[in-house]
């Protein structure tokens, strides 16, 4: 029972170690590499005066990483017969939850620069904008949208790896530990 505990601790750890190190690298990648090679090549779309549009190019890549990251886990859970939704969501919702709390900090900031840096936090939702230019409002879309996509990435995935598992492609193996 203890051992479960550490390695259910460990999981939620991770997975929020890694939800917010892949939105700061989203966001870092989208502000240098995106804006630099795709606003070079293809100049009509005016990247460096749209910023919706940056932040919108800026969300696929820490899109494909989560999709790869919660596919895998959903694999892996299939694997040795751990498949927990319920324990993953809550995992995500809490995550999302501690990931909006900046937002909300920041409307009672009077630093600007702790605001803008606050701000960046959310580049990769920005693209939200249009819904509402309210700092709190488009982080917590953002939120939402990205706790949706790992929820939605973990159960499909699992859908498709359990019928693999079932027709045979795969086979279950036993947790050593």
């Known amino acids: 029972m203890e051992r479960d505990s550490v390695k259910d601790l460990l999981y939620v750890l991770s997975r929020f170690g890694l939800f917010w190190a892949i939105n700061v690298f989203g966001v870092i990648m989208g502000k ?20 919706e549009l940056l932040s919108l190019l800026s969300c696929i890549i820490p899109a494909i990483m989560f ?15 751990a498949y927990r939704p319920l324990f993953v969501s809550c995992v995500m919702l809490g995550t999302g939850i501690i990931y909006y709390i900046p937002a909300v900090v920041a409307g009672y900031l009077t630093e600007e620069l702790a605001v803008e840096a606050i701000t960046q936090i959310y580049f990769t939702s920005y693209w939200l904008s249009f819904i509402s230019e309210k700092l709190e409002v488009y982080a917590l879309l953002g939120a939402i949208f990205w706790v949706a996509l790992c929820i939605l990435t973990y159960v499909i995935a699992r859908k498709i790896y359990l019928h693999k598992f079932e027709k045979g492609e795969y086979a279950y193996e036993v947790d050593p530990y």
């Not at 240098?32 to 910023?51: E, K, M, Q």
């Not at 999709?67 to 017969?81: E, P, Q």
């Open 67 to 81: 999709i790869l990251l919660f596919a895998d886990d959903a694999k892996r859970h299939t694997a040795y017969r």
């Open 32 to 51: 240098t590499a995106v804006l630099g090679v795709v606003g070079s090549f293809i100049p009509r779309l005016r990247l460096y005066d749209n910023d």
